[in-house]
């Protein structure tokens, strides 16, 4: 799923991008694509590790030493440098909101784009081949597929296109029906049911 990004961590990952890009074009693109989401996962799986990048207590040199102690010969220079960088300027807790940036950059890049399909049960491949068709139909590009299942839905479904929720779960439809009863006659509301009715 898509990780929220801010201004700070755009700038530091079109930097990055860019020395990627000089280094060795689009396959030093992926590679370090690749190992930022790595280092991330790390912090995912461990609170001691997220601390280890976060916390404001580290000593900032013994940190770097430790930085470059692990991850010497685990991921390339310059991610590496990237790392100690961020250390540096205190920006380590932003690893994943700048991981975040530098991924939309490379979906631009390859005309690619993250797309996170929530229902509440399990879908087949099928069913994810027909959105995915849909979806680069409409954007044209290729769509990366993320199914996940959310079972707080009543039905219907949900996709987040980048940063964008395109909401068709039951309760959204549910709710703007019960908006429209409020705020409207007899008419309307045998409308919004029958809208309702060939939806489903």
């Known amino acids: 799923m898509t990780c929220q990004t ?5 700038v530091y990952a079109k930097s990055l991008f860019e020395l990627a890009s000089d280094a060795g074009g689009n396959d030093k693109i992926v590679e370090i694509a690749d190992e930022l989401e790595q280092v991330c996962e790390l912090m995912r799986q461990s609170n001691e590790v997220r601390l280890f990048f976060a916390s404001p207590i580290v000593d900032v040199p013994k940190r770097g030493e430790a930085l470059s102690a692990i991850f010497s010969n685990r991921v390339t220079d310059l991610t590496l440098r990237f790392l100690l960088v961020l250390n540096n300027k205190g920006r380590l807790n932003h690893l994943e909101s700048i991981t975040a940036s530098f991924d939309l950059l490379v979906q631009e890049t390859f005309g690619k784009i993250e797309v996170d399909i929530f229902t509440p049960t399990a879908i087949d491949t099928q069913a994810i081949n027909t959105i995915k068709e849909k979806v680069h139909s409409m954007l044209g590009k290729e769509p990366i597929m993320h199914p996940y299942v959310d079972r707080a839905m009543l039905g219907g479904i949900k996709l987040r296109i980048g940063d964008q929720l395109i909401d068709g779960s039951v309760q959204t439809k549910l709710r703007r029906l019960s908006e429209t009863i409020k705020n409207s006659g007899g008419t309307a509301i045998r409308e919004q049911f ?7």
Not at 6 to 10: N, P
């Open 6 to 10: 801010d201004a700070l961590a755009t």
């Open 194 to 200: 029958e809208t309702y009715l060939e939806d489903n």
